[in-house]
């Protein structure tokens, strides 16, 4: 098992499939000038097939493959199903921004994908092409509707709110999942941008979110939260739910069970983590499998107790997200 210092096991691991994306959201990038990754050095299907191996043996149950934006991955459905044919145990699930996900999310339930996490910050046309500097807002809708169809269920949406920008949009996205029977995740803006630009005064708190939908809906907490990074609310008694991820203001660090793979092969043991541990040069150096599960053990040893977002000496992560992986 994956236990470090603290006694925190860990299951879950987020797995980059690629730095790249097809849209340029203002809080994870700048509209031009990111470097991306070579070829060379990301980690190949069968490099991905060992190092999960590896992490299912050392005690992963449930990995989620991000990006970048993971439906830009070559060969998607077929490490999809490579994975769930070798490890049919592990929950499988992937983090997408929904464009391009209804031509794939039926090959993607048959190649043994569970669920999908789909994110997605205003429901208005306008306000999504500035967000996100691309106007595909019917791609994204038309992705979950698929993903729905496919039964990668539940589907869970993601919201980012940032104050004068949409953070008007919070009842109008929780009545949208509402109906459509999709489960609404608001999540607070981290400091994970590219450009550094994040700022704690333009960011919506869990509580005002909370404070902000209670004046249309009776929300009671769930219990028995886990390590889940979401508090999680009955709307209006049920069994419809709402999530707020407060890691800025709530972390819950104290039960964290996640460990992320960079897209080029470094393992991170915490999404704000200054310090990798490369599993790439011993794959690819003729490492055995017990080199590899010792660097996915000293990583999680030296897990630290917190992110340390609020401590005065924090300083932001030189990879961002879209490199790191959601």
């Known amino acids: 098992m994956l236990v470090d210092t603290f006694g925190r096991r860990h299951t879950s ?15 994870c990038m700048p509209a031009e000038g990111m470097s991306w990754l070579p070829k060379p050095e990301l980690l190949t299907d069968d490099e991905l097939a060992r ?3 590896v992490a299912v043996a050392e ?12 439906l830009l991955r070559r060969g998607l459905v077929d490490i999809v199903r490579r994975v769930s044919t070798t490890h049919p145990e592990v929950m499988l699930s992937l983090t997408t921004n929904g464009v391009g996900l209804a031509r794939m999310a039926q090959a993607l339930h048959a190649a043994g994908l569970h669920r999908v996490n789909i994110s997605l910050d205003t429901l208005r046309r306008d306000r999504f092409a500035e967000l996100t500097r691309r106007a595909r807002l019917d791609e994204v809708l038309a992705g ?16 980012v709110l940032m104050r004068g920008i949409n953070d008007d949009e919070a009842e109008d996205l929780l009545e949208f999942c509402l109906a459509k029977g999709y489960q609404l995740r608001f999540i607070e803006q981290m400091p994970l941008d590219a450009q550094h630009g994040w700022r704690r005064e333009n960011m919506v ?22 390590s889940a990074p979401a508090e999680t ?3 209006d008694g049920g069994p419809a739910t709402v999530g707020v991820i407060a890691s800025v203001t709530k972390p819950f660090c104290g039960t964290c069970d996640r460990l992320r793979l960079t897209a080029d092969g470094y393992l991170r043991n915490c999404l704000f983590a200054r310090e990798e541990s490369d599993l790439r040069e011993p794959l690819r150096a003729g490492g055995s499998d017990a080199d590899l599960a010792t660097v996915l053990r000293d990583c999680v040893a030296a897990k630290r107790a917190g992110h340390g977002i609020n401590d005065p000496g924090f300083v932001q992560p030189h990879r961002s997200m879209s490199v790191i992986g959601g």
């Open 13 to 27: 691991l987020r797995v980059s499939l690629t730095d790249r994306c097809n849209l340029r959201c203002t809080y």
């Open 59 to 70: 005690g992963i149950t449930d990995i989620r493959f991000t990006g970048g934006e993971p």
């Open 51 to 53: 190092v999960l191996g």
């Open 205 to 226: 708190d869990g509580r005002e979110i909370l404070d902000r939908l209670a004046r249309r809906w009776t929300l009671t907490p769930v219990p028995r939260r886990g």
């Open 144 to 159: 979950m509707a698929a993903a729905q169809r496919a039964g990668l269920t539940p589907v869970k949406v993601n919201a």
């Open 233 to 235: 609310f009955h709307v």
